[in-house]
């Protein structure tokens, strides 16, 4: 895209944003209100269009909520004026200032941010992952959420473990729920 002004032709800036959760759609809408649509461009690169009210995973083994109750298209959080691609990000190529997608799309860019999340590494602490989601689960993601639901739903009484291997966690505000009701 170009910008024509006082005769001259003035590219536009390009800023690119990975991720679509909070950081990323954050900035977003921030940087939407602050940079002129006549010189820049803003796309948001996120691997889906599911945004998790994340706080809900806490309420869902425990029948307070549903899935379908804590989630909402991220498309619904972003501000007009700003594109929004779903696809996996394979690389990013900083002497090029490009993002390529998995598909081999190329998405330049004169500004990049990355925002795209954490994410649970069960694999890093031995023995986490001999019973994981059976014996041992998290409640971080909705598919950790809803195991630990349907496991608790047949709980027949006896002893919870809640273990924390490493700081800082997710959500700590969760765990304090959990460990404190």
């Not at 700003?82 to 998405?107: C, G, Y």
């Not at 990049?112 to 989601?133: C, N, S, V, Y």
């Not at 993601?141 to 966690?169: R, Y």
């Not at 997710?170 to 765990?175: E, F, G, H, R, Y």
Request: hydrophobic residues 40%.
């Amino acid at each position: 895209m170009i910008q024509i002004l006082d005769q001259r032709i003035l590219p536009m800036k390009k800023l690119v944003i990975l991720g679509a959760g909070t950081g990323g759609t954050v900035m977003a809408n921030l940087l939407r209100k602050r940079l002129r649509r006549a010189e820049w461009t803003i796309t948001v690169i996120d691997r889906d269009d599911e945004h998790y009210y994340q706080p809900g995973f806490l309420f869902l083994p425990f029948g307070f909520l549903t899935k379908k109750q804590i989630v909402k298209p991220k498309s619904k959080f972003l501000p007009k004026g700003v594109e929004f691609i779903v696809a996996e990000i394979d690389r990013i190529d900083p002497a090029a200032n490009e993002v390529w997608l998995q598909d081999r799309t190329r998405i330049p860019y004169d500004y990049l941010i990355i925002a795209t999340g954490a994410w649970i590494q069960p694999a890093e602490t031995p023995g986490m992952l001999d019973g994981w989601r059976d014996t041992i689960f998290d409640f971080y993601t909705p598919d950790g959420a809803e195991a630990l639901a349907g496991k608790l739903k047949d709980f027949p009484g006896g002893t919870i473990v809640v273990h924390v291997n490493e700081t800082p966690i997710k959500c700590p505000v969760a765990l304090n729920h959990l460990c404190h009701n």
